[in-house]
């Protein structure tokens, strides 16, 4: 039974399109991340939820809506695809939203969703 | 603002070899850090981490990483590498009060060579 997981795996779309991931956790934890990693492997925060509270909202391009329906799911909506937004998109969960808290550090990372844009 | 640099984008090694991954960070307050490991078409799973106290911690897989202060460094190593540790290693730091923000280094790829 998968922790953290994505859907969908692969996305391949035009320029202008609208496309949604889903994330959803089964561990219980309180706090949900979204992350890009690109083309070089570089990963960057991009939003983090705390029972369905935005706390972390990086200077990410306001074409991209985070939402948070309950603590179990983070979706992730992009308008506008542009080309620069190929990338793989990585869910986590975390118990606690801050150090100190719950389990320290450690993110709970989904298989990623691979997204291309044509 | 934290920051993380990882000094060799790729690591190749034979195995049974020891090998060391470079990860160095810039803090203007007390850390966490972090070694997460990414196998092909996976996610992030995670290797160690230093809190507090000992500066040696040990993870999972046989690796290690020591907290230096003093040079700003948590190198990771493990003594005698195995195929199935080839991987991209990401190190990573948090601030108390960061709300788990994880700020990650450009990641170090280790190819184990037969």
């Known amino acids: 039974d998968t922790a953290v997981s994505q859907t969908p795996k692969y996305l391949v779309t035009q320029m202008g399109n609208d496309k949604s991931i889903k994330c959803e956790q089964n561990?219980?934890?309180?706090?949900m991340y979204w992350y890009k990693q690109d083309s070089k492997k570089f990963l960057k925060i991009m939003f983090s939820?705390?029972?369905?509270?935005?706390?972390i909202n990086e200077t990410v391009p306001n074409r991209f809506s985070p939402k948070s329906p309950d603590k179990a799911h983070l979706n992730l909506h992009i308008n506008s695809l542009e080309l620069g937004d190929s990338a793989v998109y990585f869910c986590?969960?975390?118990?606690?939203?801050?150090?100190?808290?719950?389990?320290?550090?450690?993110?709970?990372f989904g298989e990623g969703s691979r997204l291309t844009v044509l | 603002a934290q920051s993380v640099t990882q000094l060799d984008s790729q690591v190749p090694v034979f195995e049974e070899a020891p090998v060391e991954l470079r990860c160095n960070y810039s803090?203007?307050?007390?850390?966490?850090l972090f070694w997460y490991v990414q196998y092909p078409n996976q996610g992030l799973q995670l290797l160690l981490k230093?809190?507090?106290?000992?500066?040696l911690v040990k993870g999972i897989n046989g690796f290690e990483a020591e907290f230096n202060k003093s040079q700003t460094s948590f190198h990771l190593r493990k003594p005698s590498v195995h195929i199935s540790d080839t991987a991209e290693y990401f190190c990573?730091?948090?601030?108390?009060?960061?709300?788990?923000?994880?700020?990650f280094g450009a990641g170090t790829r280790l190819a184990v060579h037969p």
């Open positions: 561990l219980g934890h309180d706090t």
């Open positions: 986590a969960s975390n118990q606690g939203s801050q150090v100190g808290s719950g389990n320290l550090g450690e993110l709970f």
């Open positions: 230093y809190l507090s106290g000992s500066t």
């Open positions: 939820y705390n029972n369905k509270e935005l706390i």
């Open positions: 803090s203007s307050v007390s850390v966490y």
């Open positions: 990573a730091v948090t601030v108390s009060g960061g709300y788990n923000k994880l700020i």
